[in-house]
């Protein structure tokens, strides 16, 4: 099928009322149907349409109905659907709270894909509405591309307040015009309840939507998904994922603060494989809500590598699953957060990378103390950073360059620069960590670096000491971070950015044939 270059006319506006906000019937295509129906007889979109982990010829397209259905999907590089490059159906049944993805395969690469879902009902075969949404395949050459990362939506009690303008980190994010999104984990916090009001410390009153599955910590799977379920009320989310592919990893609130594998646990106690029943029901509630891929050797497994063209392969790491379960303390100075298995996996693939620039997208940051994290003070390595000093060597030894650290987790912004002439272990090259986030959550103020890897703060941005801890979305410091990088040069540019989408500080970075990275510039 030969491929049409989608017009470059599209607008946001488009985009916004045919995917999110109009809940109108489509007459389009083979979408359509001759038949009449009442309103209550279709099957409706509940909540909205996302896309993930797409590549350079595939995508996954997620949906959710209101009762059991069969979505279809339908795709085109223009706008009109004129001509259907793809097409693909999946039932939404109740063992998934009528959720429903598909793998779509034999995409055009470096593409503007427009896509639309439909469900009908299983029962009667009667359509229902359909929506349309919006990606980008990764590029089969050196294009000039651009993404987003941060984390932690609709932490500490703080929802959706409509009257203070809901999720508007989405809606900045959104208009930066991404070609993807790493979301690096706490999408819920399944830990924390929503109340009705909370008091703002100027006196005045912060009013949640609320809902029933919000109203209590999560421990039933219907809480965990209502938990998801909650996020698609905010117009802005609907409208970010409906046009920006979204990778997605999880951290500790998609289960409860802090969690580790069998350290974690309720009074339904555990599977016959020793996984505690919370965690199961957590994890199931994250795959049924989240457009990734199945990797297929491991059900429920989150590290993978998603290859978006030459110039980037992104490492999603998962740094909760395979953790011991000690925070990270212990007389005999053993510990692991990544495990044998995903640290062997992640040598292996950097290693076997071609990409001009390897991002590595964890869940938690390195050389930030903390208990829960990897980072214990100064000093040479102890417990878990045994893994991350011999992750690091082994980089150096196998001749990988341009590798950068994003995360999120710290609910502040900062950029931090690992120098082996100012660390305890000095074995390693010198790499970048840049931390962004919350989206949508209280801000705390900047963390303490240790010397373990010599971390430099080039940059932080929080709350201070006078607005206190857990400060509300409202004050404006809610931060996300954007990369660019030049299709010409390979030039990477970060630009660490706040919810009004004002640039806080950005650095280019050259990418490097030799054994040390350069920094060229630096913006503040």
């Not at 397209?61 to 159906?89: L, Y």
Request: charge should be negative; aromatic fraction near 10%.
């Amino acid at each position: 099928m030969a491929t049409l270059r989608a017009p470059r006319a599209w607008t946001r506006r488009q985009f916004l009322v045919r995917s999110t906000s109009s809940l109108a019937v489509a007459a389009l295509g083979t979408l359509a149907t001759p038949r009449i129906s009442r309103t209550a007889d279709r099957p409706q979109i509940a909540g909205g349409i996302q896309s993930g982990d797409v590549s350079d010829g595939s995508a996954v397209v997620w949906a959710r109905a209101d009762r059991a259905a069969r979505m279809h999907v339908e795709c085109s590089t223009t706008e009109s659907f004129k001509t259907i490059i793809a097409s693909a159906s999946r039932d939404a049944l109740p063992d998934a709270d009528f959720t429903s993805k598909l793998l779509l395969d034999d995409l055009p690469p470096g593409q503007d894909i427009f896509y639309r879902v439909r469900f009908d009902d299983i029962a009667t075969g009667i359509a229902g509405e359909s929506r349309t949404g919006h990606f980008r395949t990764a590029p089969a050459s050196g294009r000039s591309i651009s993404f987003l990362w941060s984390g932690d939506t609709a932490g500490q009690g703080w929802g959706i307040d409509v009257a203070r303008g809901g999720y508007r980190s989405y809606r900045t994010m959104l208009d930066n015009r991404p070609d993807f999104f790493i979301h690096s984990g706490d999408h819920i916090y399944a830990d924390c309840t929503i109340p009705s009001e909370q008091k703002l410390p100027n006196g005045q009153i912060w009013r949640n939507i609320v809902t029933e599955e919000k109203a209590e910590v999560a421990h039933t799977l219907v809480q965990f998904r209502g938990n998801y379920r909650y996020n698609h009320l905010d117009e802005h989310f609907r409208a970010f994922h409906a046009n920006v592919p979204m990778f997605a990893q999880w951290d500790d609130h998609e289960v409860t603060n802090d969690w580790s594998p069998s350290g974690s646990y309720d009074d339904a106690g555990f599977e016959d494989d020793g996984t505690t029943r919370l965690v199961a029901r957590a994890r199931r509630a994250f795959f049924d809500f989240m457009p990734i891929r199945d990797i297929g050797a491991r059900q429920g497994r989150v590290y993978r590598k998603i290859a978006y063209g030459p110039l980037l392969d992104v490492f999603m790491i998962d740094m909760r699953s395979y953790r011991d379960d000690s925070w990270n303390k212990g007389e005999d100075h053993r510990g692991w957060i990544l495990g044998a298995e995903q640290l062997a996996w992640l040598k292996r693939e950097l290693a076997a990378s071609r990409a001009t620039w390897k991002v590595i997208a964890a869940d938690l940051p390195i050389g930030l103390i903390s208990l829960d994290a990897v980072a214990l003070g100064d000093g040479p390595p102890d417990r878990r950073e045994h893994e991350i000093a011999d992750l690091l060597s082994s980089i150096k030894r196998d001749g990988i360059r341009n590798i950068v650290w994003l995360t999120a987790d710290m609910h502040y912004t900062a950029a931090h620069y690992y120098d082996p002439g100012k660390a305890q272990f000095q074995d390693f090259e010198p790499f970048w960590e840049f931390v962004s986030g919350p989206l949508h959550a209280g801000t705390w103020g900047t963390g303490e670096l240790d010397n373990t890897f010599g971390p430099v703060a080039m940059y932080q941005n929080g709350c201070s000491e006078a607005q206190g801890e857990n400060l509300a979305p409202c004050f404006g410091l809610q931060f996300f971070g954007r990369v660019d990088i030049d299709g010409a040069s390979g030039v990477m540019t970060v630009t660490l950015k706040d919810v009004d989408n004002r640039d806080l500080w950005s650095v280019d970075i050259v990418p490097q044939p030799q054994a040390r990275p350069a920094v060229v510039a630096q913006h503040s």
